[in-house]
């Protein structure tokens, strides 16, 4: 038998979320400013940065919510060998 798991619900933007902690993870990509600044690699693939602002303090938002709610948080980290 399987064990119930909560639903939650996360208060958010435009409307408050339920999320069935169970069976959903939140997967944080890098924020870095390599991908979001003026010349850096997301402007040097042609993409416009300048629509872009810094994803960190709303990032920390997400975060912080998702641990109050209990659910799985899954960081990724983007790195390369020296060329």
Do not use: Y
């Amino acid at each position: 038998m399987e064990a119930a798991v909560p639903v939650r619900t996360i208060a958010a933007e435009p409307a408050p979320l339920d999320v069935d902690t169970g069976r959903t993870a939140l997967v944080i990509m890098t924020c870095k400013g390599i991908f979001w600044k003026p010349g850096g690699f997301g402007a040097a693939l042609g993409n416009d940065v300048s629509l872009l602002k810094q994803p960190s303090a709303r990032a920390a938002q997400v975060l912080a919510a998702a641990r109050g709610s209990g659910i799985l948080v899954i960081h990724t980290r983007e790195g390369h060998r020296p060329t």
